[in-house]
């Protein structure tokens, strides 16, 4: 144990506390391994601000929504996104819009925000209505039915249909889908250099991969325009007239299809798997649902409260992001404590959800805590921070919460599931949280008359 670096003289500061373990792995794979409860052993041990090796890197933890607060809304502009997500996934998503930061970053997220207006929204849903009624519409109900990967397959043929908008066959959708995956995983590849079949390696091959697919499609979307994501990066325009070229938008739909595929898949999984403990939700819900009947506009998504308060809740449990890393660009201080240049921080989402500081009975799902008489998240605008804050806030949030929404509307409409008592998902935490054994479930179908 041992302080991170002395405070400069005079500045009042406190030294960051921490350290332990051995040097460059420390608590990696702890915390790899039980995330909310190493967590809560550093804060109950050192407070909201400690350090210690993490991923080969001397990584302060800030814990809680203050510190949160802090480090996302970086009022001094001392927190970079870019180099800090590039030390994981640099070299499979590089120039994304979260890899860029300050003018830059303002720069492209003013033109990337026109492709998010409410008039695409709605345009996007449209598209999606009927992918999705078809998608569940395949699902066969049986014991064994494994939520993530059918989930995952949906997510992810949405996307070639919302966002790219093109026409592909199984052979290539297989291909673009597995390209994606090991970008993903390849992230936190604990060889981190080009090894023939390890991670780092197939991550490098499906950037190529991804690339030239968006390269071979993107002249015919500069000329032809059309509905979805990717014809907008293409004519997106910021308000003082400013565009992205080929380079960009290849760029900005590669980190997209990353950022919105495995997030709104993992919400997915984490509803269906509280729904299938808690049948009395699951059946409020189907209710609900039921009542409102199909072809969803986004006012009557967001009528369905007992919907949102339970993709909030979920959210909540399993942040689908467990972890926003920033690298400190110059010398600066959270909560008194002085955080030199160079250093690593991170802002672990996925416990600062779990702490019982901020939320009554953290680990009980509970979804009636977002209801307006209780409003829980209320005790601090960071305290329910699934998508992030400040300047690199997920620009996403509303096409993710109509997609999770109208998946889980039309599974409510069709189907209803469960697990046997007792049965806990094993999560695993070492990329994006997700079920090792893909959440299986007993999957029925609903009488027909009940579901349509
Ligand atoms: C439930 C689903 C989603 C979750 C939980 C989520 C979460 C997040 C979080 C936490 C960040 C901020 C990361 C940071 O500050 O380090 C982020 C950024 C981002 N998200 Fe999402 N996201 C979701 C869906 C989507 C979707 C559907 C899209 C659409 C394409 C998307 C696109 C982006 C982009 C482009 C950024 C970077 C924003 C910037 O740096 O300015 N996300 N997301």
Known sequence: MGDLAPPPAGSGLKA????????????????????????RKRYAELGPV??????????????????????????????ASGPAWSYFIGPFFRRGLMLLDFEEHLHH?????????????????????????????????????????????????????????????????????????DAVRAGTAYVRFPVPG??????????????EFFRRWLPAKRRDGGNDLFAALCSAESDDGQRFTDDDVVNHMIFALMAAHDTTTITLTSMAY????????????RDESLAAG???????????????????????????????????????AVLGFHIPAGTTVVVPMLSNHRMADWWPD??????GRFSPERREDKIHRYAWSPFGGGAHTCIGIHLAGTQVKTIMHEMLRRF?????????????????????????????????????
């Open 16 to 39: 960051v506390p921490g350290g332990g373990g051995i040097p460059f792995i420390g608590s990696t794979f702890a915390v790899m391994r039980d995330p909310v409860g190493m967590a």
């Open 50 to 79: 400690a350090w210690g090796w993490l991923l080969g890197q001397r990584t302060v933890t800030v814990h809680g929504p203050e510190a949160a607060e802090v480090v996302l809304v970086d009022r001094d502009d001392a927190f």
């Open 109 to 181: 997220r003013r033109i990337m925000r026109q492709a998010f207006s409410r008039p695409r929204l709605r345009a996007y849903l449209e598209m999606m209505a009927d992918g999705v009624v078809d998608g569940v519409g395949r699902w066969r109900p049986g014991a064994g039915f494994r939520v993530y990967d059918h989930v995952k397959q949906l997510t992810l043929d949405l996307a070639v249909d919302v966002l790219m908008g093109v026409e592909l066959e199984d052979g290539e959708r297989a291909r673009v889908n597995g390209a994606f995956i």
């Open 198 to 211: 390890l991670r780092w390696h197939r991550g490098l091959r499906a950037r190529r991969t991804l690339e």
């Open 274 to 285: 509280h729904l299938a403990r808690r049948p009395e939700w699951q059946e409020r819900l």
């Open 294 to 332: 199909d072809s969803l506009t986004f006012e009557d998504l967001n009528a369905l409260t007992g919907l949102d308060s339970v993709m909030k809740e979920s959210m909540r449990l399993i942040a689908p992001v467990p972890a926003l890393p920033r690298k400190v660009v110059k010398d600066t």
């Open 362 to 367: 953290p680990d009980t799902f509970d979804p």
């Open 416 to 452: 209803r599931w469960s697990v046997p008592t007792g049965y806990e998902m094993p999560l695993d935490t070492t990329s994006l949280p997700s079920p090792k054994d893909g959440l299986p479930v007993r999957l029925e179908a609903l009488e027909p008359r009940a579901s349509r």
